[in-house]
């Protein structure tokens, strides 16, 4: 069994930063791919950013260049760092981990990118 918990969400001007954080209860971190979704108010959810065990990196093509994933195998977290935001990155943010044929989802945190 997986737990993640999300953390650092907030509201943040156009062009700013955030960075958000989800921890994970579990003794098999390290074997785990994470990633980041996100879902809009009437939108569907969409994939942000991956991370494999090996540190492999994938993103959408709407965030590359600005976000960055990275993983702390350590602290059991995986991070995701917003860059130049836009009111577009607006939504609520899913901690996701995939073990073999599972997956495990965070509750989320809200990000609103406005002024």
């Known amino acids: 069994q997986v737990q993640l918990v999300e953390s650092g969400g907030g509201l943040v001007q156009p062009g700013g930063s955030l960075r958000v954080s989800c921890s994970a209860s579990?003794?098999?971190?390290?074997?785990?791919?994470m990633a980041w979704y996100r879902q809009a108010p009437g939108k569907q959810r969409e994939l942000v950013a991956r991370?494999?065990?090996?540190?492999?990196?994938s993103y959408a093509d709407s965030v590359k260049g600005r976000f960055t994933i990275s993983r702390d195998n350590t602290k059991n977290t995986v991070y995701l760092q917003m860059n130049s935001l836009k009111p577009e990155d607006t939504a609520v943010y899913y901690c996701?981990?995939?073990?073999?044929?599972?997956?495990?989802w965070g509750q989320g945190t809200q990000v609103t990118v406005s002024s």
């Open positions: 996701n981990a995939e073990w073999l044929v599972r997956e495990y």
């Open positions: 579990t003794t098999i971190f390290s074997h785990l791919a």
């Open positions: 991370i494999t065990s090996g540190h492999s990196t």
